[in-house]
């Protein structure tokens, strides 16, 4: 059983261009979760998909977009890309209203924009 | 939404048992907790969770006391691999809305 995917693991970008990264959600998962991760510091809510809805959002800007699919797997957007939205984009999947289920974290993608 | 605090860091020995506690004084009725570990440019990968008393598994053990307000990781016997940052999480049941604390960086020494 596959867990959280993410691709790709790297990129680089240039400050202005837009990027799409990809998530697929641990099997029998239907939520999904992006985080952004700065290096040393903790990983910052961006927003959540549910039902193919965006349910909540963290204190990003609207460049920060994102998707579900019918089949779960989602997609962040982040448009006119500056420098300070080089880190690590951490994907979480989980089951939703389970009681006591587990969230899991993919390997995430690492954004470089110069 | 709860928020958690962590010791920043801590320094340990192989062979040493090791425990971070994590304080999450707004917790909810149905809220519960979990624990992570996160290496450099990676994930964060799952540890164990809990909602009341003790629970443990094959790596770890946790502790919450009765009023829920702090809860302890205890780690047994750490090897230099353990060296990593460790994130406690207070779980929202009902939309699975976590807060992500600074975390606790572990380091191991031999």
């Known amino acids: 059983d596959a867990g959280v995917t993410q691709s790709p693991t790297h990129l680089i970008k240039t400050r202005g261009q837009q990027v799409t990264l990809r998530c697929s959600p641990k099997s029998g998962h239907d939520t999904v979760s992006w985080y952004q991760q700065a290096l040393g510091q903790g990983p910052q809510f961006i927003f959540q998909?549910?039902?193919?809805?965006?349910?909540q959002r963290g204190n990003f800007p609207d460049r920060f977009s994102g998707h579900q699919f019918p089949n779960y797997s989602s997609e962040l957007n982040v448009n006119a890309l500056l420098l300070g939205d080089s880190a690590l984009y951490l994907c979480a999947s989980s089951q939703d209203r389970v009681s006591g289920n587990t969230i899991y974290f993919g390997e995430g993608s690492w954004l470089t924009v110069v | 939404l709860a928020k958690t605090t962590q010791p920043i860091s801590m320094d340990s020995y192989e062979g040493q048992e090791v425990n971070i506690t994590c304080s999450h004084n707004?917790?909810?009725?149905?809220?519960?907790i979990t624990w992570y570990q996160q290496f450099p440019s990676q994930g964060p990968r799952f540890i164990i969770q809990g909602y009341k008393t003790k629970v443990t598994n094959e790596v770890a053990s946790l502790f919450i006391p009765a009023d829920r307000k702090s809860s302890t990781l205890s780690l047994p016997r750490v090897s230099l691999s353990d060296t990593a940052v460790y994130y406690c999480?207070?779980?929202?049941?009902?939309?699975?809305?976590?807060?992500f604390g600074s975390g606790t960086k572990l380091n191991v020494k031999p």
């Open positions: 998909y549910y039902e193919e809805e965006e349910r």
């Open positions: 999480l207070v779980v929202e049941y009902n939309f699975n809305k976590f807060y």
């Open positions: 707004n917790i909810a009725t149905n809220d519960y």
